[in-house]
């Protein structure tokens, strides 16, 4: 499968990278360190020599407790590097945001995919991505940043993700969005306490059997910092098996901050995968 990011193709027969560019000065693991548009043009061009096969650009943090941003402070935020970005590098592009004017100015800057931890809830967000057509995420969470790790609960964490998803993507086929653009994320750390993550994680392959392709976004969570007892800048490790795990059952897209590290230990786990027995 193969998809047509506003003119940009993402490979996905194979698994690929998400490169992870925080344009925020609040990010649990980056924040601060790309806001100039010229600092994020660089760190984009290192991942995309580390083998990042799309990069995502986010205006607002999402970590637990963070700062609503106005839709005018994102949208200065992202849109001049992703014009940069767009103008020099020949890879697509992903906005990370849940604002309706947001998806539409940046997929105006050159974006190709929009990336929604809010799944095309909020009001005018569904609109907005029909007019723009392009690829579109959609991903679980229960709460908001400012709430969702209070008290998270479920009946049945795997179904409910799954029946979650299944929702709002027969939301977005009503809408008029194309099944072949649609992309489903279980939103790990996103209302789920380390039990749920793990369940998710050990049954992956229950929401791939939907047959869209699955992102995972594990890199430097706090559920690898609560399990292992290991700061931000520890966690490397941890990240790339949760990486290896879901492309093992079938995830297509990883969302990583550390692309090359990343991309080695996935290509691995899809060589391995992919070998033939010799006659």
Not at 239 to 253: D, E, H, M, N, P
Request: glycine share 8%; proline share 4%.
């Amino acid at each position: 499968m193969i998809l047509d990011c506003a003119g940009k193709p993402l490979d996905l027969t194979h698994p690929q990278v998400m490169g992870i560019l925080n344009v925020t000065p609040d990010s649990f693991s980056d924040g601060g360190e790309f806001i100039a548009a010229d600092a994020a043009l660089a760190q984009a061009k290192r991942m995309v020599a580390d083998g990042a096969g799309i990069i995502d650009v986010g205006g607002e943090s999402t970590r637990p407790g963070a700062k609503v941003v106005s839709v005018e402070e994102e949208i200065a935020r992202v849109v001049p590097v992703i014009q940069a970005i767009h103008s020099e590098l020949d890879i697509p592009i992903s906005i990370d945001t849940s604002k309706p004017e947001v998806m539409r100015a940046a997929i105006k800057a050159g974006a190709g995919m929009i990336n929604d931890v809010r799944a095309l809830q909020v009001s005018g967000a569904m609109q907005a991505a029909v007019d723009c057509d392009v690829p579109i995420c959609l991903m679980h969470s229960q709460g908001t940043p400012q709430t969702m790790q209070d008290a998270p609960q479920y009946d049945d964490v795997v179904a409910d993700v799954i029946a979650f998803l299944l929702e709002r993507k027969n939301a977005c086929e009503q809408a008029g969005i194309a099944r072949d653009k649609l992309i489903l994320d279980p939103g790990f750390g996103f209302g789920k306490r380390a039990t749920h993550n793990l369940l998710l994680m050990k049954h992956l392959s229950n929401l791939i059997a939907l047959d869209l392709p699955v992102l995972v976004g594990v890199s430097r969570k706090s559920m690898i910092g609560k399990l292992l007892k290991v700061t931000v800048e520890e966690r490397l490790a941890a990240s790339l098996s949760l990486a290896a795990i879901s492309v093992w059952q079938g995830a297509k897209i990883i969302r990583s901050h550390d692309v090359r590290e990343t991309v080695q230990a996935i290509m691995m786990c899809d060589h391995v995968m992919k070998v033939k027995n010799i006659d």
